[in-house]
């Protein structure tokens, strides 16, 4: 399970029972009062997800962190959870790391979603240096997930993320560049009912308090 130091994919961490009540809260969240949205980044293009940021909102135009969505609709970011906080500490834990996370990324992908290539590298300068690990969580239809190195030209690997897994990077993987190629349709389990790809992504930008 660990694919490079400090990267692990956790296959079926989640028992199917345990996907479908994760799934109803993304469902309720990303549709709540402070609804999931489609960021515009920086140059103006959008991206191919639906995001919903909780702890605290991710900037789309400044590539930073905010308690407000100053790039959308100025709404206070919704709190994070306890139990999807301890969700995410619990998988870092099976991979031998801490995480205390007070950030969840939740994006929805359609069948037409993706990411590309990129550095999870905006949380907090201390818990970047510290390799805290960025938590990731699959339900609904499986990806494609590209894993390259820390340069942008380092070569990429793809991983199948299916519906109950986990993903794991942190310590020497932290800044490894990632993305989305393809959601493949219709591969979800049927018990999920759900058309599409829910990925929530922990992280920790305070360590210590900075
Ligand atoms: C991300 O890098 O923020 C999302 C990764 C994923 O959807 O698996
Ligand atoms: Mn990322």
Not at 123 to 145: C, K, N, Q, W, Y
Request: hydrophobic share 35%.
């Amino acid at each position: 399970m660990e694919i490079a130091p400090g990267a692990f994919h956790l296959r079926q961490f989640l028992p199917v029972a345990a996907q479908r009540a994760l799934l109803d809260r993304c469902q309720s969240l990303l549709d709540g009062d402070v609804p999931g949205y489609v960021p515009t980044v920086r140059g103006g293009g959008k991206m191919h997800v639906r995001m919903l940021c909780l702890g605290r909102h991710w900037n789309g135009q400044t590539y930073r962190y905010e308690p407000t969505r100053a790039d959308f609709d100025n709404l206070r970011a919704p709190s994070l959870p306890s139990e999807l906080r301890d969700l995410a500490s619990e998988i870092a834990t099976a991979c031998g790391m801490t995480l205390e996370p007070d950030i969840c990324i939740l994006n929805y992908y359609d069948h037409e979603g993706r990411m590309g290539l990129h550095q999870d590298k905006d949380e907090g300068a201390r818990s970047i240096a510290a390799g805290v690990p960025v938590v990731s969580v699959s339900l609904g239809d499986t990806a494609r997930f590209l894993f390259g190195g820390t340069r942008r030209r380092d070569p990429v690997e793809a991983l199948m993320l299916e519906s109950g897994d986990a993903f794991v990077f942190g310590g020497p993987s932290r800044l490894r560049y990632h993305g989305v190629s393809r959601i493949v349709p219709q591969t979800a389990p049927s018990a999920l009912g759900i058309d599409g790809r829910f990925n929530l992504t922990f992280r920790q930008y305070d360590l210590d308090g900075a």
